[in-house]
T-cell receptor
Framework: GENVEQHPSTLSVQEGDSAVIKCTYS??????FPWYKQELGKRPQLIIDIRSNVGEKKDQRIAVTLNKTAKHFSLHITETQPEDSAVYFC??????????FGAGTRLFVKA | GAVVSQHPSWVICKSGTSVKIECRSLDFQATTMFWYRQFPKQSLMLMATSNEGSKATYEQGVEKDKFLINHASLTLSTLTVTSAHPEDSSFYIC?????????FGSGTQLSVL
């Protein structure tokens, strides 16, 4: 089955700096890669996603890149703000939206 | 975006009792819903895929007789934790497909005493 690895597990940045979180997946059939932000005790919120026919997608301060050959995808947050502090999960899906999650990255943005 | 409602938000029960958790898609129909379990500071682990009108598909290591799933309509899936024990205490969260994206319910914090 699908396996998603995520790094780093913890990331601390200064406000205004960029943050990068990287994930790899194992199933070459995966074709949908969402990223979720989860605050303590709350549901995961979809922040951006990318499909396998696209290499990069950007939404304001957030961007995601996908390298299907290497089975890598990454989340980039620019101009980080304290409210960006949360746990971020990458995920991979092979369709039917059975989605497997990475272990999560705890992001701290220091003011 | 699509709305997924989950109830209850939290439940405390005695060991040996059963607990039912409901997951509803409010503004769309979901032939497939998913149930996840999340321990503190850990990731979301897929427990099972709930299919409307048919049996659920369980992930390896998940006891189907302990975690009963029913998906009787296109907008409702239920998860029943039977004979709950303290080790079943966790955050349970459902999800459903809406507009080709996966949306999550608000989660249920289960504490078994």
């Amino acid at each position: 089955g699908e396996n998603v690895e995520q790094h780093p597990s913890t990331l601390s940045v200064q406000e205004g700096d960029s943050a990068v979180i990287k994930c790899t997946y194992s199933d070459s059939a995966s074709n949908y890669f969402p990223w979720y932000k989860q605050e303590l005790g709350k549901r995961p919120q979809l922040i951006i996603d990318i499909r396998s026919n696209v290499g990069e997608k950007k939404d304001q301060r957030i961007a995601v890149t996908l390298n299907k050959t290497a089975k890598h995808f990454s989340l980039h947050i620019t101009e980080t703000q304290p409210e960006d502090s949360a746990v971020y999960f990458c995920a991979a899906s092979t369709g039917g939206f059975k989605t497997i999650f990475g272990a999560g990255t705890r992001l701290f943005v220091k003011a | 975006g699509a709305v997924v409602s989950q109830h209850p938000s939290w439940v405390i029960c005695k060991s040996g009792t059963s607990v039912k958790i409901e997951c509803r898609s409010l503004d769309f129909q979901a032939t497939t819903m998913f149930w996840y379990r999340q321990f503190p500071k850990q990731s979301l682990m897929l427990m099972a895929t709930s299919n409307e009108g048919s049996k659920a598909t369980y992930e390896q290591g998940v006891e189907k007789d302990k975690f009963l799933i029913n998906h009787a309509s296109l907008t409702l899936s239920t998860l029943t934790v039977t004979s709950a024990h303290p080790e079943d205490s966790s955050f349970y969260i459902c999800s459903a497909n809406g507009a080709e994206k996966l949306f999550f319910g608000s989660g249920t914090q289960l504490s078994v005493l």
